[in-house]
């Protein structure tokens, strides 16, 4: 996978709600280029390299003259898949306006959840395209620390394809439309039981298979030692390292 594929550019007007959508995405994707208004976002595309665009637009009236239209061709050429974020009523005539663009349209409000999947399912599909794409391992974290999840994509981002996921609903889904090689998960993520989660992941026939690295605070004795009993493939102690990470994958993932 090209490097540039974790690349995303976020379009948009600077409000609550769009900020609370660029903290959710810093959080699955390590590098996320901001382009407030229009000023500069011709160059941002002509210049940059991007796996994906996500425009948010609260008022449609204010992009009447939206700079991106200029860029269908580069867009088109570069293959990159365009996100739209939007009320109902706007996303019609957003798309319309940029009818040469292939454009997957999101409500507003916006859940977390739809946008991690609907961004690896386009992201896989542009990867699929580029010439100097391979076959690559498949591998599903299901995190929601910023830092392990930035060490996971800089340590196995060039080696592996990764899926962020929020969930481990979500990490089935991922599955079934991508398939993976290995899940990595955080035993200990809000509102999930993690014995319940590992145990789910090695008795479903899906991903029974699967070998599954969970993920652990140090000073979580008591939920070590359970996650241990259960048999995960292997349980790593945070901070994670990407020695460690190497090693793991290259054990596990044959």
């Known amino acids: 996978m090209k490097e540039s594929s974790k690349n995303v550019l976020l379009i948009g007007e600077l409000s609550r709600e769009f900020d609370s959508l660029h903290e959710s995405l810093k959080l699955y994707y390590p590098t996320v ?48 898949p365009v996100v739209l974020i939007s009320d109902s009523e706007d996303l019609a005539a957003v798309k319309s306006y940029l009818s040469e663009i292939h454009i997957e349209a ?12 609907c961004f690896n399912k386009l992201m896989s599909k542009s990867n699929s395209n580029w010439p100097s794409a391979v076959h690559k391992r498949k591998i599903i974290v299901v995190e929601n620390d910023k830092d392990t999840i930035n060490v996971i994509a800089k340590s196995l981002g060039m080696i592996y394809d990764i899926y962020f996921v929020p969930s481990v609903g979500d990490a089935f889904v991922s599955y079934g439309r991508n398939g993976a090689d290995m899940i990595m998960m955080n035993y ?67």
């Open 33 to 80: 280029k901001v382009e407030l208004g229009t000023s500069d976002i011709e160059s941002a595309i002509t210049d940059g390299s991007f796996g994906l665009i996500v425009i948010f637009i609260e008022v449609f009236v204010k992009w009447k003259h939206f700079p991106i239209k200029k860029c269908e061709k580069d867009i088109i050429k570069k293959n990159i």
């Open 188 to 254: 200990s993520m809000p509102n999930t039981d993690g014995a319940n989660s590992l145990k789910m992941f090695q008795v479903a026939n899906a991903t029974r298979d699967i070998p599954v690295v969970c993920i652990e605070n140090e000073d979580s004795k008591y939920k070590i030692q359970e996650c241990m009993e259960l048999n995960p493939a292997a349980c790593l102690i945070r901070p994670v390292t990407k020695d460690l990470l190497l090693e793991i994958t290259s054990k596990h993932i044959i």
């Open 106 to 117: 999101i409500e507003r409000p916006v859940q977390i959840s739809e946008l991690v999947e």
